[in-house]
């Protein structure tokens, strides 16, 4: 088995495209390959023993059946190179999420003949299958990608194929865009909460101290034993902190030089947390990384965006 997976990489690596490409890739008969598949190699091999059968014992009606589904197997060949030739792929994005969470790659094809093609399909050389439905000429699909690192993801060779009208034959065809695409870092599971703000009071925070109980919450690292609510842990099985309201400053301030003593991907992964912390919090809050301007102070999608962004690209340490 290991040969043959060895030999298939070999076949798969003299296939067009043999490196990243831009987009958009539009298919043409130099780049769509077409053979028979396995239920293709059978009927084949039905067609031949009827040949021969006719021609051994002169019949004709035989010899005439044999012949007219050997057209209609050559019709489908030349069917399923027709369904991809004149396809484009134009883009692929998606949106940036944390890694070890899924990635949905989204696919956009169009053809400019708007003729008819059934049977598309879309996927990576070992991924799942989707299948591809074009309406006035425009069609996406999405991909689930497996993340595991921060930064740039390279996005693998996709494959269109269709095994379009009978089966007996599959035409596929590749395209390995050159757009990478961003993951963010792993926010840290069990971080600490977020730092004091400073600045004039203007709102209210929650807080694992104070005077007013706001809710519970599970234990994160670095949490008082005191704001430890025993009884509903007990009850729960799993240890609840106590968190208060707050009056707090406008503004925080996530500083990477205030996490010296933890290792470079723990305090990448701790500054996500307390983005997404004072996200959801809606605070304001400004990020210092090293050797760059500060971002913020601000709030919201962008501003989040360019946070995780900064900290997905931060140089691994």
């Not at 696919?107 to 050389?125: I, M």
């Amino acid at each position: 088995m290991a040969r043959f997976g060895g030999l298939r990489r070999r076949l798969l690596a003299l296939a067009r495209p043999r490196g990243p490409e831009s987009l958009p890739v539009r298919f043409d008969r130099r780049r769509i390959y077409v053979l028979p598949t396995r239920f293709g190699l059978f009927f084949a091999a039905l067609l031949a023993a009827m040949s021969v059968g006719g021609l051994n014992y002169n019949n004709n009606p035989a010899l005439l059946m044999a012949f007219l589904l050997a057209g209609a197997a050559m019709s489908s060949l030349v069917s399923a190179q027709l369904q991809l030739s004149g396809l484009s792929v134009v883009a692929v994005d998606a949106e940036p999420v944390h890694a070890g969470r899924t990635l949905h790659l989204r696919v956009h094809t169009r053809t400019t003949d708007r003729r008819v093609r059934s049977g598309l399909k879309v996927d990576f050389d070992d991924g799942d299958t989707v299948p591809l439905a074009l309406r006035d000429g425009t069609g996406e699909v999405v991909l689930d990608v497996a993340t595991h690192h921060r930064g740039w993801l390279d996005i693998p060779r996709l494959r269109v194929q269709t095994t379009w009208p009978l089966g007996l034959a599959r035409a596929w065809s590749y395209v390995w865009p050159e757009t990478p695409v961003l993951v963010y870092p792993r926010p840290e599971a069990l971080a600490p909460p977020l730092p004091i703000g400073s600045g004039d009071p203007a709102a209210r925070r929650l807080h694992a101290a104070g005077d007013d109980v706001h809710h519970l919450r599970n234990y994160r690292a670095g949490d008082s034993r005191r704001a430890i609510a025993w009884k509903p842990s007990a009850r729960r099985g799993t240890l609840l902190v106590r968190e208060f309201e707050q009056p707090i400053g406008t503004d925080i301030d996530l500083d990477w030089r205030e996490l010296h003593g933890l290792p470079h991907e723990v305090r990448v992964a701790r500054l996500a947390r307390w983005v997404e912390d004072a996200e959801r919090d809606g605070r304001r809050y400004r990020l210092w990384l090293p050797g760059q301007p500060p971002l913020g102070p601000e709030r919201g999608p962008a501003h989040r965006h360019a946070c995780l962004r900064a900290l997905a690209l931060m140089p691994h340490g």
